[in-house]
C-alpha cells in the first residue's frame, strides 16, 4: 500500500528565511511518480513538479529545489529566500504503477511566510 | 487552454437535501478523477474515470454518493440525501495519461447545515 507522510503540520518562517518541507513515502512498487503540490487560500491545486522513480536528479527551479532520496524514500522541498506569497498548504503526493498510478496525498503542511 | 472547470464554486444545504457538482476536465484529458478534501487533509480518491467507464469506485460510499461522465466528457457527482459530515470540498482532476499531468480544478465548498 501506498503512504504520504508530511510530518509538519505547519511551519512560520519570516520573509527571506530558507525553509525545508519533508516528504517521506512508501511504496513496494519500483515504478512510482512523486509529485508536490501547492494549494493557496483560493483552494485550487497547483502543480509544482513531478518526479519518477527512475530518475533521482534533484532539481531546482528558482526559488525552488528538490531533494529526491530513494535511499530514505524521501523527497523533500525547499524554498530559497521565502516570500509572503509562498504561504500556502503544500502537499507531497505519490502514484504507483500497481494502483494504476492512483495520486495519493500526504496531510500537507501549511507555510506561513511573515514579513 | 481553459483548466478544468467545476461549478458551482460553493454550496450550502441543508441536512437530508441533494446536492450536484459538476466538472468539466480538460479538452482530450480521458481520465477524470473526483477527490474528496476535508479540512486540514490531504484530498481522496472518491471515483476515476476513463472515458465514460468508472474503473476505480472503491472510495466512493454508494448508498449515498452517486457519479456519471456521459459521453466521457463533463461528469456529476450527487449526494443524496446530504449529510453533516459530507461537508468538504469535492476537487475534480484530469489527465491525459494516469501517471501524471493531473490537473486540478479549483472545487467545490460544500457546507451542509
Known amino acids: 500500500a501506498q503512504k504520504v507522510t508530511q510530518a509538519q503540520t505547519e511551519i512560520s518562517v519570516v520573509e527571506k528565511e530558507d525553509v525545508t518541507l519533508d516528504c517521506v513515502y512508501e511504496t513496494r512498487d519500483t515504478t512510482y511518480y512523486l509529485f508536490w503540490y501547492k494549494q493557496p487560500p483560493s483552494g485550487e491545486l497547483v502543480f509544482l513538479i513531478r518526479r519518477n522513480s527512475f530518475d533521482e536528479q534533484n532539481e531546482i527551479s528558482g526559488r525552488y529545489s528538490w531533494n529526491f532520496q530513494k535511499s530514505t524514500s524521501s523527497f523533500n522541498f525547499t524554498i530559497t529566500a521565502s516570500q509572503v506569497v509562498d504561504s500556502a498548504v503544500y502537499f507531497c503526493?505519490?502514484?504507483?504503477?500497481?494502483?494504476?498510478?492512483?495520486?495519493?496525498f500526504g496531510k500537507g503542511t501549511l507555510l506561513t511566510v511573515n514579513p | 487552454e481553459a483548466g478544468v472547470v467545476q461549478s458551482p464554486r460553493y454550496k450550502i444545504i441543508e441536512k437530508k437535501q441533494p446536492v450536484a457538482f459538476w466538472c468539466n476536465p480538460i479538452s482530450g484529458h480521458n481520465t477524470l478523477y473526483w477527490y474528496l478534501q476535508n479540512l486540514g487533509q490531504g484530498p481522496e480518491l472518491l471515483i476515476r474515470y476513463e472515458n465514460e467507464e468508472a474503473v476505480d469506485d472503491s472510495q466512493l460510499p454508494k448508498d449515498r454518493f452517486s457519479a456519471e461522465r456521459l459521453k466521457g466528457v463533463d461528469s456529476t457527482l450527487k449526494i443524496q440525501p446530504a449529510e453533516l459530515g459530507d461537508s468538504a470540498v469535492y476537487l475534480c482532476?484530469?489527465?491525459?495519461?494516469?501517471?501524471?499531468?493531473?490537473?486540478f480544478g479549483s472545487g467545490t465548498r460544500l457546507t451542509v447545515v
Open positions: 503526493a505519490l502514484s504507483e504503477r500497481g494502483s494504476n498510478y492512483k495520486l495519493t
Open positions: 482532476a484530469s489527465s491525459s495519461q494516469g501517471s501524471y499531468g493531473y490537473t
